[in-house]
């Protein structure tokens, strides 16, 4: 994401399209939606531009029209014939249809995707075999399948039940220990949000007592299922534990930007004020209304950027060229170029409803 918002050119030459891909309805509404933008773009166009524009589109049009794969739901693509630039993501979740030519790609509906349907990790464990799985937007792999046998056969005789007890227990803390490495190595290599504990019993609550502190606090919940549950399922209670987890944190962070704005402290809100604060590279975290959008202009030489004014002619800065511009996308694109986190909120987690952007502050 971070790359994607590095790009910028003065002229509009970057096109971006997202549609939902699944079902044969789709295609034929797709066909339908896309020949009516491509004529809208054709037909506000300059001709040298639109000469660059039909030629993206050529090279977008096998992409975009193409059958989905297995699982994909979803596809965006973002292109520009001129900057010899393509790049096509695959969902398995559906985003709404859109089509805009613009002088950079528009990422705001992916952040939002991705901020809604965020990676994890979902481990099923019991006493004798461990699953770690990655869940992605996109797709979800297995990623590490340990087991082991705990002798829960009697094969050699002669042991009293409390030695075959004991050892019993000490070949599942092995193996649970085993586990722990497995998942603090496989969760520094994914940098996944977090993990699910899963599965019957009490390994569990084992497990989770035999995790480094780091793993530990990665943990977003143990949920108690069975071994055989099916994937999907377990993708399911795996997505709710996420959810909740999320609209915790989004709480959590609401109150705070709250809390500060009222005793003036480290946060702003409102267009202007979070602007300035994303150009000097104070924001901690981006806040952001969901739905919401601000028309305004961007000097595409300086980055000028003014919400809710006519366009003039050229820059009031630098007398470079400008264009319209959503500026809630500009300064998504700022907050991504200068490392921030974006966050987006309900209406009623913002102190008012006049803010529709707000921000936490560095210092
Ligand atoms: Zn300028």
Same mark, same amino acid.
């Given at each position: 994401? %971070?790359?994607?918002?590095?790009? &910028?050119?003065?002229?509009?030459? &970057?096109?971006?399209?997202?549609? #939902? ?22 037909? =506000? ?5 639109? !000469?660059? /524009?039909?030629?993206? /589109?050529?090279? =977008?049009?096998?992409?975009?029209? $193409?059958?989905?794969? !297995? ?10 014939? @001129?900057?010899?630039?393509?790049? *096509? &993501? ?8 859109? +089509? ?24 099923? *464990?019991?006493?004798?075999?461990? +699953? ?35 050892? %019993?227990? $000490? ?7 085993? *586990?722990?490495?497995? *998942? ?15 599965? #019957? ?10 995790? @480094? ?41 609401? %109150? ?8 003036? $402290?480290?946060?702003?809100? $409102? ?35 003014? #919400?809710?004014?006519? #366009? ?19 300064? &998504? ?10 966050? /987006? ?19």
């Amino acid at each position: 994401m %971070r790359a994607l918002a590095e790009i &910028y050119d003065e002229k509009d030459i &970057y096109l971006s399209v997202y549609l #939902p891909v699944a079902g044969k309805e789709n295609e034929h509404l797709n066909k339908i939606f896309v020949e009516s933008r491509v004529k809208a773009i054709k037909d =506000a166009l300059s001709p040298d531009l639109r !000469s660059d /524009f039909e030629k993206t /589109f050529e090279m =977008a049009e096998d992409f975009i029209f $193409g059958s989905p794969v !297995s699982g994909e739901s979803g596809r965006i693509i973002f292109a520009s014939y @001129p900057e010899s630039f393509i790049n *096509v &993501y695959r969902l398995a979740v559906e985003p709404e249809q859109a +089509m805009v030519l613009d002088t950079s790609p528009f990422l705001l509906p992916l952040a939002k995707l991705r901020a809604d349907y965020e990676d994890y990790g979902m481990l099923l *464990v019991d006493s004798r075999e461990a +699953m770690f799985t990655c869940i992605r937007s996109d797709l979800a792999e297995e990623k590490e399948h340990l087991s082991t046998d705990l002798m829960n056969k009697h094969k050699k005789g002669g042991w009293s039940q409390s030695r075959f007890n004991n050892l %019993r227990k $000490g070949a599942i803390r092995s193996f649970l220990s085993e *586990v722990a490495d497995n *998942v603090q190595n496989t969760c520094g290599e994914l940098q996944t949000k977090g993990f699910v504990i899963a599965g #019957p019993g009490n390994a569990k609550q084992q497990l989770m007592e035999m995790l @480094p502190k780091d793993a530990q606090e990665k943990v977003l919940s143990l949920i108690d299922v069975s071994m055989d549950i099916p994937r999907d399922e377990l993708i399911g209670e795996g997505d709710s534990v996420l959810h909740e987890t999320e609209l915790e944190s989004t709480r959590k962070m609401s %109150r705070k930007f709250k809390s500060e704005i009222l005793k003036d $402290g480290l946060a702003v809100a $409102g267009v202007e004020d979070v602007r300035s604060a994303l150009e000097q590279g104070r924001v901690n975290v981006l806040i952001i209304m969901k739905g919401s959008s601000v028309p305004g202009w961007i000097c595409e030489r300086c980055q000028n950027l003014q #919400p809710n004014a006519v #366009p003039p002619e050229e820059c009031d800065r630098c007398g470079g060229p400008v264009s319209l511009v959503d500026v809630v996308e500009e300064l &998504y694109e700022l907050a991504q170029r200068t490392d921030a986190d974006v966050e /987006f909120v309900e209406k009623e987690d913002f102190p008012h409803s006049d803010y529709v952007v707000g921000a936490l502050l560095r210092y």
